[in-house]
């Protein structure tokens, strides 16, 4: 089936805009998550939804920073007042716990990511 | 999660095994090893995971020490498309789903 999508590709904006970053889910996945990923820097979370439960956002780095996720599926991460170190790759990733064969997985499956560049 | 350590970089002629060294010393009873891989302007890809025992799948081999402490990935034929940030993350799965935290993993070059 489709794997994790995201749009746009590419996001070059000014200092000061607000954009928003789109991630559709693998279909069924009931957990999506938010990384990004600055040059030459690892993956930090940012948010993760689970299901109808509060996101924990306890990974954003400020509150120009917002998520949401709609009906369960499509998420939008918002960043407000565009800053150039907010310039990232900003990646989504969705999972659904699986029990099989005695073990345990929730593995993550990750989008190919938006690459946000603040001038 | 419990930390990992895996070395910086590493070299693999195309075609030979690439075996990739990861350290969690003070891994948990109830955590995985997980491993990823990050191909250059793509996002993460899983590769495997296992909790005791060695697992084994269409893109690589996993093999745990018995007392946990560490794990090695094994690609047994490794082709210039393998050339990635390999990422060794442990984590707990259990009913909530939780981030991955990445270390920085170690990057390969297959030569050809």
């Known amino acids: 089936g489709a794997g994790v999508s995201q749009s746009p590709s590419n996001k070059v904006t000014e200092k000061g805009k607000d954009v928003e970053l789109r991630c559709d889910p693998i279909?069924?996945?009931?957990?999506l998550y938010w990384y990004r990923q600055s040059l030459g820097q690892g993956l930090e979370f940012l948010i993760y939804f689970q299901g109808n439960s509060a996101p924990d956002k306890s990974g954003l780095p400020s509150d120009r920073f917002s998520a949401e996720r709609t009906g369960g599926s499509v998420s939008t991460l918002t960043i407000q007042r565009t800053q150039q170190e907010d310039s990232a790759v900003y990646l989504c990733?969705?999972?659904?716990?699986?029990?099989?064969?005695?073990?345990?997985?929730?593995?993550?499956?990750f989008g190919p990511g938006t690459r946000l560049t603040v001038l | 999660d419990a930390k990992t350590t895996q070395p910086p970089s590493m070299d693999c002629a195309e075609g030979r095994a690439a075996n990739l060294p990861c350290n969690h010393s003070t891994i948990s009873g109830n955590e995985y090893v997980y491993w990823y891989r990050q191909i250059h302007s793509q996002g993460p890809q899983y590769i495997i995971h296992g909790l005791k025992n060695n697992e084994t799948n269409e893109m690589a081999s996993l093999i745990i020490t018995e007392d946990r402490k560490s794990s090695t990935l094994i690609l047994p034929h490794a082709t210039l498309r393998d050339t990635a940030v390999y990422y060794c993350?442990?984590?707990?799965?259990?009913?909530?789903?939780?981030?991955?935290?990445f270390g920085k993993g170690t990057r390969l070059s297959v030569i050809a």
């Open positions: 990733a969705s999972s659904s716990r699986v029990a099989s064969g005695g073990k345990s997985t929730d593995t993550q499956y």
């Open positions: 279909s069924g996945h009931t957990a």
């Open positions: 993350i442990v984590r707990v799965a259990h009913s909530g789903n939780t981030p991955l935290v």
